[in-house]
């Protein structure tokens, strides 16, 4: 209940008459039955602005992270999520993958559209990212289509560490739907996964139009927060070093 007020009441006009988003092809998302929406993922908007434009619900797999943190803005984030619909994940830990998995499954079980992220996180430069398999293997157990989605725009909007967005156009774009329904039965295939992973993440960059990174997400970002770590601490030292403290008397 809460889901369509937010939608239809609270949420959604306000994101219409903010962001303006245009939307292209909306027709492309079923009108019926269980699907897999998969798309790029950008800006922490991405969570609103894609499901208040769809006509049907959407369940989105949120991280754990945003119905576990402290204080009132945890406790307010939270509520949020929850009230939404959206379905906490644990991404830690070996079982972490396969958590998903389920849950996803469960969603498609029910008839639904399930909104899935399969770059894993959010892109830290607006560049798209290499796929995880999760999002083929539920396409190929559940047996359903993958719409591939675009936000374009989003990064622009709500960089990572924005907190109220910047005013920009923005656009979202539906792909026509893709069918492996000619893998059926190869779930377990790692190449399969592979193939049909790559697939996905081909259709989002077509539409999307951005660089394309072998490589995966959050790799990146840690290779890049270490690299920050290790240029601070050099400057530091350096510093430490033209201009050494005094002894002590």
Same mark, same amino acid.
């Given at each position: 209940?809460?889901?369509?007020?937010?939608?239809?009441?609270?949420?959604?006009?306000?994101?219409?008459?903010?962001? !303006? *988003? !245009?939307?292209?092809?909306?027709? @492309?998302?079923?009108?019926?039955?269980?699907?897999?929406?998969?798309? @790029?993922?950008?800006? $922490?908007?991405?969570?609103?602005?894609?499901?208040?434009?769809?006509?049907? +619900?959407?369940?989105?797999?949120?991280?754990?992270?945003?119905?576990?943190?402290?204080?009132?803005?945890?406790?307010?984030?939270?509520?949020?999520? !929850?009230?939404?619909?959206?379905? *906490?994940?644990? +991404?830690?830990?070996?079982?972490?993958?396969?958590?998903?998995?389920?849950?996803?499954?469960?969603?498609?079980? =029910?008839?639904?559209?399930?909104?899935?992220?399969?770059?894993?996180?959010?892109?830290?430069?607006? +560049?798209?990212?290499?796929?995880?398999?999760?999002?083929?293997?539920?396409?190929?157990?559940?047996?359903?289509?993958?719409?591939?989605?675009?936000?374009?725009?989003? $990064?622009?909007?709500?960089?990572?560490?924005?907190?109220?967005? @910047?005013?920009?156009?923005?656009?979202?774009? $539906?792909?026509? *739907?893709?069918?492996?329904? =000619?893998?059926?039965?190869?779930?377990?295939?790692?190449?399969?996964?592979?193939?049909?992973?790559?697939?996905?993440?081909?259709?989002?960059?077509?539409?999307?139009?951005?660089?394309?990174?072998?490589?995966?997400?959050?790799?990146?970002?840690?290779?890049?927060?270490?690299?920050?770590?290790?240029?601070?601490?050099?400057?530091?030292?350096?510093?430490? !070093? +033209? $201009?050494? =403290?005094?002894?002590?008397?």
């Amino acid at each position: 209940m809460f889901y369509y007020l937010l939608k239809h009441v609270l949420l959604g006009p306000l994101l219409r008459l903010v962001f !303006r *988003p !245009r939307i292209e092809g909306l027709e @492309n998302v079923p009108a019926s039955g269980p699907a897999i929406v998969a798309g @790029n993922h950008l800006s $922490f908007s991405d969570h609103f602005l894609m499901p208040a434009m769809l006509k049907r +619900r959407i369940t989105f797999l949120a991280k754990a992270e945003y119905f576990t943190g402290p204080g009132l803005k945890g406790r307010l984030t939270a509520f949020f999520f !929850r009230s939404a619909g959206q379905i *906490p994940v644990d +991404r830690s830990g070996k079982e972490a993958g396969q958590a998903a998995i389920r849950e996803g499954l469960g969603v498609l079980g =029910r008839g639904e559209l399930l909104g899935i992220y399969p770059e894993g996180t959010r892109s830290h430069d607006g +560049r798209l990212y290499k796929g995880k398999v999760g999002v083929a293997v539920m396409a190929l157990k559940a047996g359903v289509p993958v719409v591939p989605c675009a936000m374009i725009g989003t $990064f622009e909007a709500q960089p990572p560490g924005k907190v109220v967005p @910047n005013i920009h156009p923005v656009t979202i774009r $539906f792909g026509k *739907p893709l069918d492996f329904s =000619r893998y059926a039965g190869l779930e377990q295939e790692k190449a399969v996964l592979r193939a049909v992973t790559d697939e996905i993440m081909y259709a989002i960059l077509t539409l999307s139009g951005q660089e394309y990174v072998d490589e995966y997400a959050a790799v990146a970002k840690a290779a890049q927060a270490q690299a920050q770590t290790q240029t601070q601490t050099q400057a530091a030292e350096k510093k430490a !070093r +033209r $201009f050494p =403290r005094a002894p002590l008397s």
